[in-house]
């Protein structure tokens, strides 16, 4: 054994010496300038993307993707020395501009959702046409483009040394084939060391893909990508092979939970008329906040005083922003992981709130003056049971009453009033009526169209002469922050004048009137740290050494993007503030219990009855709780109780909770388990 070990070292040896002599790696590296570009460019666009979407210490100092995205480079890469050297260029480029659309495609996308892109998204293409604007004014930036200087410098380098060093075409074929050889086991090497450092933890996030930035932060942004094409795949394939464990699954989950307790709040409302606003882009940033004395939203601020507010309440939006909401709001499941339910399965069973309003004699009917087939909603409001979706082609919509995507939230609530009118004339029965505004989306950008309201910081001087002076600091005027609360004051007002028209129009009397942001505004970061520490007097943001200087870190961004939940009456029937922490899947249950509705299989609990325990999960496996901010990509969490210490305990049985429910709720959805259950109570 030690003798053939010393020959095989003292081969190596001599052929480590004979490279030498012949200046084997010069001459590769003169030879292979064009494919060494290619890998160089390609793997530094990988890094530049997770130094861009993710800059921390613990990404900047992570070897782990770097070896995953050089192998996968070499790997692809290595096949181009087996097609023909005037072919070859070709084939390297088009592997270039598509690791080149990868990184481009995913700067764009995290900068708008924090998260990275799917391949499910491509069936979503069809709904990026309406609201390109909104991405190209509110989401591409210049980082997004660095990224195309690779297929540039390749096409340059192979310019320059495509007549250089020729084979003799007796030795071509054979050297070709040496190289492809050696390239595919070095790319394997570099798999196989990267394979070997990682913990069973980091292989079980990777099969499930579940957290997208956790992966691209360990397996690279190139492995991700792959295996999220296989992942999206998946659930055709599942459908067929993996419903008995869903099914199992699914029967243990609910068998464990337990059935709510009534509470004070029990069928309160039972057989009064309902009216729901899905409220474009509103955040409770924008609540009881002024400018100069004026108020924001001020008909907001006395929804809050006279109703019920539920001041912790979060949204968990995914791909499918408003139709994840309507989803989550109207049948207490959270998003897909894969695509989104409105369009890959909006043929699925749903037990929801208009089914169950149904079933107790109301006419349903939904209203979004905006294209019916936007987000499928079309076929997607049938599978939830309004009775009758008014789209954009019952609305009259001119060039005069546009503001931003569509009709104004103005004209639209003008005309939704004549049909509500008609609904109750007609109808005879109680209503319930979600209505979906538009005004206020992204990008802001109709300044001129909201109305005079500034944002700015006036101030009024005397001057010697004992004359005043008034003057003014810009403070959020330019800003996207800025323009967004002037949208959202137009918003405001547009809902103001809905709420008179309705009270004159006595569809007031016996009516609930729900309000809620359906996500946030996905607003830069910059802007709320210039909105907290705005010093008028430099027209600058304080220094962080300044004592006055209020800390504003990604935990206090994510806590930011609260949104409004508001229960009202006429009669102010119910007040007050709900403090603890509430999720939108939590919304049916809570809403049910209040009009006598229960659906034994909502993922999401009535927060009278859970109360503080309650956990709000987040689709990228983050989650939040009274007590504390998880953020499961980083594996680090801000508590939120000063001087309370959290233990690991908490941490690891909530963040299994948040696994389990996110599968759980997938698998429903993916497999219609609801479906089977009503058959199963069908034959009962």
Not at 8 to 30: G, M, Q, R, S
Not at 372 to 389: E, I, P, Q, T, V
Not at 406 to 419: H, M, T, V
Not at 597 to 608: E, R, V
Request: hydrophobic letters at 35%; one cysteine or more; glycine letters at 6%.
């Amino acid at each position: 054994m030690k003798k053939k070990i010393k020959n095989w070292e003292e081969k190596l040896i001599k052929k480590l010496k004979k490279a030498k002599e012949e200046k084997w790696f010069k001459n590769y590296v003169k030879e292979n300038v064009v494919f060494l570009t290619y890998v160089g460019t390609c793997l530094l666009n990988a890094i530049l993307l997770r130094f861009f979407t993710m800059p921390t210490l613990e990404n900047y100092l992570s070897f782990k993707p770097i070896l995953a995205d050089l192998g996968i480079v070499l790997l692809l890469g290595s096949f181009s020395y087996l097609i023909k050297k005037k072919n070859r260029f070709y084939y390297l480029l088009g592997m270039e501009i598509l690791f080149t659309f990868i990184c481009v495609v995913n700067s764009i996308y995290y900068t708008f959702y924090t998260s990275f892109a799917s391949a499910s998204m491509l069936s979503l293409a069809q709904f990026i046409a309406p609201v390109g604007d909104a991405v190209v004014e509110n989401v591409l930036q210049l980082k997004d483009l660095v990224y195309i200087i690779g297929p540039i410098l390749l096409i340059v380098v192979y310019v320059h040394e495509k007549k250089k060093f020729h084979l003799r075409k007796g030795e071509e074929k054979k050297i070709e084939k040496k190289r492809c050889f050696h390239t595919l086991t070095l790319s394997a090497l570099i798999l196989l060391a990267f394979t070997i450092s990682l913990s069973s933890l980091e292989v079980g996030r990777f099969i499930k893909q579940w957290n997208r930035e956790y992966i691209v932060m360990r397996f690279g942004i190139y492995l991700y990508q792959f295996n999220d094409i296989f992942v999206s795949l998946q659930p055709k394939v599942n459908s067929i092979f993996g419903y008995d464990q869903a099914k199992k699954n699914f029967e243990e989950y609910f068998k464990e939970k337990e059935k709510p307790k009534e509470n004070e709040y029990s069928n309160i409302f039972e057989g009064k008329n309902v009216i729901v606003i899905h409220g474009e882009s509103i955040q409770d940033i924008a609540l009881n906040r002024t400018f100069n004395g004026q108020e924001v939203t001020p008909t907001l601020n006395r929804l809050v005083k006279e109703g019920l507010f539920f001041s912790n309440y979060y949204s968990e939006v995914s791909v499918g922003t408003s139709s994840d909401t309507e989803l989550t709001f109207n049948t207490s499941l959270m998003p897909t992981k894969s695509g989104t339910a409105f369009v890959s399965y909006f043929d699925r069973t749903y037990q929801s709130l208009p089914k169950y309003f149904k079933e107790k004699g109301y006419y349903t009917f939904s209203m979004h003056a905006n294209n019916a087939d936007f987000w499928n909603r079309r076929a997607m409001h049938k599978s939830l049971g309004y009775d009758k979706f008014y789209s954009k082609e019952t609305y009259e919509v001119t060039q005069e009453n546009t503001i931003g995507l569509g009709l104004s939230d103005k004209a639209f609530y003008e005309q939704s009033i004549e049909k509500i009118k008609k609904i109750k004339e007609k109808e005879g029965t109680p209503f319930y009526g979600l209505l979906i505004s538009l005004t206020n989306h992204t990008p802001f950008s109709d300044v001129e169209k909201y109305g005079p309201f500034d944002v700015d910081i006036k101030e009024t001087i005397t001057k010697e002469d004992g004359t005043t002076e008034e003057i003014s600091h810009p403070y959020m005027e330019g800003t996207k922050l800025g323009n967004y609360f002037k949208s959202v004051h137009y918003a405001d007002a547009a809902l103001g004048e809905f709420l008179q028209s309705l009270d004159e129009n006595g569809l007031l009397e016996n009516t609930v009137f729900i309000l809620y942001g359906d996500h946030d505004a996905r607003l830069p970061k910059n802007d709320f740290i210039r909105l907290y520490n705005y010093d008028a007097t430099t027209d600058r943001v304080k220094s962080e050494e300044d004592p006055t200087y209020r800390e504003y870190n990604s935990y206090h961004y994510e806590l930011d993007r609260k949104v409004p939940l508001i229960i009202w009456t006429k009669d102010h029937q119910i007040t007050g503030t709900v403090e603890n922490t509430m999720g939108m899947i939590d919304a049916m249950p809570t809403l049910g219990n209040m009009f006598g509705i229960y659906n034994p299989n909502a993922l999401g609990h009535d927060i009278f009855d859970i109360k503080e325990n309650n956990v709000v999960v987040f689709p990228n496996g983050n989650w939040v709780t009274n007590k504390v901010y998880y953020n499961s990509q980083k594996g680090e969490y801000m508590s939120l109780k000063d001087g309370e210490v959290i233990g690991e305990d908490y941490i690891e049985k909530n963040s299994q909770y948040a696994e389990h429910l996110l599968d759980v709720s997938n698998d429903i959805i993916v497999f219609d388990l609801l479906n089977k259950e009503k058959e199963k109570e069908e034959k009962k």
